[in-house]
């Protein structure tokens, strides 16, 4: 193995670290209170949806994912302090 192997390689470690990571703070993969594997699949399947979506943010608007969790929250505070009984458009 010569250097630029080692550094491809510690390159893709570390981007896999990153996506380990997001999934663990973002979108709190660990969170789930449910015993029954259906429910746990389905927090699962959420988080990396979620994770997906802050990654798509991120690609398209050229910020970081916390930046782009921020945003998504903030947003989503300020249309229900407008209209509290409104549904949100994500539901």
């Given at each position: 193995?010569?250097?630029?192997?080692?550094?491809?390689?510690?390159?893709?470690?570390?981007?896999?670290?990153?996506?380990?990571r997001a999934?663990?703070?973002?979108?709190?993969?660990?969170?789930?209170?449910?015993?029954?594997?259906?429910?746990?699949?389905?927090?699962?399947?959420?988080?990396?949806?979620?994770?997906?979506?802050?990654?798509?943010?991120?690609?398209?608007?050229?910020?970081?994912?916390?930046?782009?969790?921020?945003?998504?929250?903030?947003?989503?505070?300020?249309?229900?302090?407008t209209d509290?009984?409104?549904?949100?458009?994500?539901?």
């Amino acid at each position: 193995m010569d250097y630029s192997d080692r550094k491809n390689l510690q390159a893709i470690c570390w981007s896999i670290e990153n996506y380990h990571r997001a999934l663990k703070e973002l979108c709190c993969i660990e969170d789930c209170k449910v015993r029954k594997a259906a429910g746990q699949r389905n927090h699962i399947n959420c988080s990396i949806r979620a994770y997906i979506r802050l990654e798509a943010v991120n690609q398209q608007q050229d910020i970081t994912i916390y930046r782009a969790k921020w945003e998504i929250q903030s947003n989503a505070i300020a249309e229900y302090l407008t209209d509290p009984n409104m549904r949100s458009n994500f539901f």
